[in-house]
């Protein structure tokens, strides 16, 4: 099956700083999910973004499915922007489940 | 905007008993999910249901776990005999029909089984 690589594991930033986390697929993909796991367990969805950029506020994020990768960038961090971050794919011409990589533990510091 | 919701959002229980963890997913979708995640863990694939039946399910996913769709807006999990390593985290999803390889998740039910 399809395998998804997510680096770094662990950032630890202070407020105000920018960060780029990556996911790496090792198959091609019909979707691509970024979520934020915020303290409470709960996953919030960021961006569906199976191919090319999107930016929503302080985030953007941008997947080249040519070379199997897909990069969030979180700008000017806040406090708010720790948790943990999940990249998810959808293997091509399926539709069922997708596989979460082991996620990005983000912490920002005040 | 609508949502997938899930009660309740924990639950303590006895090895042993059988436990139901129920989701009311988004009003128009058709596709739903349960994802489950151990604490620290990944979040991990556990069964896909459309059109009233089991789509995919995992290997986690044996004959202690069931679903249904009891009614047109419930979506239910039920395992039988809970053991101590099906203390978990665990996540209804769903997705529309336009598009369903984008799933919505629910704010999760936290078991726990002593």
């Known amino acids: 099956g399809i395998q998804v690589e997510q680096s770094p594991p662990d950032l630890i930033l202070q407020e105000g700083a920018n960060s780029t986390l990556r996911c790496n697929f090792s198959d091609s993909v019909n979707n691509l999910q970024w979520f934020h796991q915020n303290p409470w367990g709960q996953l919030i969805n960021l961006f569906y973004i199976p191919s090319g950029t999107k930016q929503n506020g302080r985030l953007s994020a941008t997947t080249v499915a040519t070379e199997r990768y897909s990069l969030l960038y979180i700008s000017s961090s806040q406090t708010t922007d720790s948790g943990v971050y999940f990249c998810?794919?959808?293997?091509?011409?399926?539709?069922?489940?997708?596989?979460f990589g082991k996620g990005t533990r983000l912490h920002i510091l005040p | 905007e609508p949502e997938v919701t899930q009660t309740p959002s924990h639950q303590v229980t006895q090895m042993g008993q059988e436990v139901i963890l129920r989701c009311v997913p988004i009003?128009?979708?058709?596709?739903f999910y349960w994802y489950r995640q151990i604490l620290g863990q990944k979040v991990e694939f556990l069964v896909s249901?459309?059109?009233?039946?089991?789509?995919?399910k995992s290997e986690i996913f044996d004959d202690q776990f069931s679903v249904e769709r009891p009614d047109g807006s419930n979506f239910t999990l039920k395992i039988r005999s809970t053991k101590l390593e099906d203390s978990a985290m665990y996540f209804c999803?769903?997705?529309?029909?336009?598009?369903?390889?984008?799933?919505?998740f629910g704010p999760g039910t936290r078991l726990t089984v002593l």
């Open positions: 009003s128009n979708h058709l596709y």
């Open positions: 249901f459309y059109n009233n039946e089991i789509s995919e």
């Open positions: 999803a769903s997705s529309a029909w336009s598009r369903p390889s984008e799933q919505f």
């Open positions: 998810a794919v959808g293997a091509k011409n399926r539709d069922d489940k997708i596989i």
